[in-house]
Nanobody, 124 residues
Framework: QVQLLESGGGLVQAGGSLRLSCAAS????????MGWFRQAPGKEREFVAA????????SYADSVKGRFTISRDNAKNTVYLQMNSLKPEDTADYYC?????????????????WGQGTQVTVSS
């Protein structure tokens, strides 16, 4: 069992930056590939980014590539999402998730554990 707690969301103007954090507790954090997803009102949950267990490999949705950076600190049991050049269409609830394997999937079904989410609002 892994518990995940996101933080760092808020209101920001377009072009601004936010850094989301996801603190994990429970079993060995480094055993899990980690991902970030987001869900806007009335839309399905969508993939944002993923990172391998050791942090050496990452993947991104095309919509955030070049603007967002996922990273992790296994010593602190934390995964981060640095979001730069934010756009109004980035407005959503952001969720971190842990995959019960090495696989860095891009579908919600690839992940077993989920946080409660943190809200990001980007004003134009």
């Amino acid at each position: 069992q892994v518990q995940l707690l996101e933080s760092g969301g808020g209101l920001v103007q377009a072009g601004g930056s936010l850094r989301l954090s996801c603190a994990a507790s429970g079993r060995t954090f480094s055993a899990y590939a980690m991902g970030w997803f987001r869900q806007a009102p009335g839309k399905e949950r969508e993939f944002v980014a993923a990172i391998s267990r050791a942090g050496g490999s990452t993947s991104y949705a095309d919509s955030v590539k070049g603007r967002f950076t996922i990273s992790r600190d296994n010593a602190k049991n934390t995964v981060y999402l640095q979001m730069n050049s934010l756009k109004p269409e980035d407005t959503a609830d952001y969720y971190c998730a842990a995959a019960n394997s090495y696989y860095m999937g891009s579908y919600p079904s690839d992940y077993v554990y989920w946080g409660q989410g943190t809200q990001v609002t980007v004003s134009s």
